[in-house]
C-alpha cells in the first residue's frame, strides 16, 4: 500500500490552461525605514547634553514627516541621520559621567599620596628641629 503524500491518483481533476498575466518581480524589499522617535525624545529629556537629543529628535520628525507624504528615500536619508544623532547623544552621555568619575577617582588617590607626602615633609621636619633644640 502506498502511503506517500500527496497522493496524486485522488487529487480532483483541474483543467490546466495556460496562465496569460505578467509575471511581476519586485526588485527589493519596500521596507519603510524607522524614524526613532522614541529613542530621539529620550535622548532629548533624559540626555541631552551638547544638544545632540534635540537635533534627533528634529531629524525623526522630519522622517517621520516624508514617511506619512510618501518619500521613502528622503524619510531613509533623515532617519539614517536620526540615527546617528542618537548614537552620538547616547555615547556621549555615557562616556562624559564615566571620564568624570574617572577623574574625580584619580584625582582623590592623587590628592591623597601628596597629603600623605607633606605629613611625611612636616614629621621629617619637626624632628629635624626636635634634634637640633637637645
Known sequence: MDTSYPREDYLPMTSRKQDTSPTVI????SVVPRDHLIWSIFNTIYMNLCCFGLVALAYSVKAR???????IEAARRFSS?????????????LLLPLLLIALVITGVIHLS???QESMDFFNYKL????????
Open 26 to 29: 519586485t526588485i527589493g524589499p
Open 65 to 71: 514627516d516624508q514617511k506619512v507624504a510618501g518619500d
Open 81 to 93: 541621520k536620526a540615527k546617528c544623532y542618537n548614537i552620538l547623544a547616547m555615547v556621549w552621555s
Open 113 to 115: 599620596k601628596l597629603a
Open 127 to 134: 624632628f629635624a628641629n626636635d634634634d637640633d633644640g637637645k
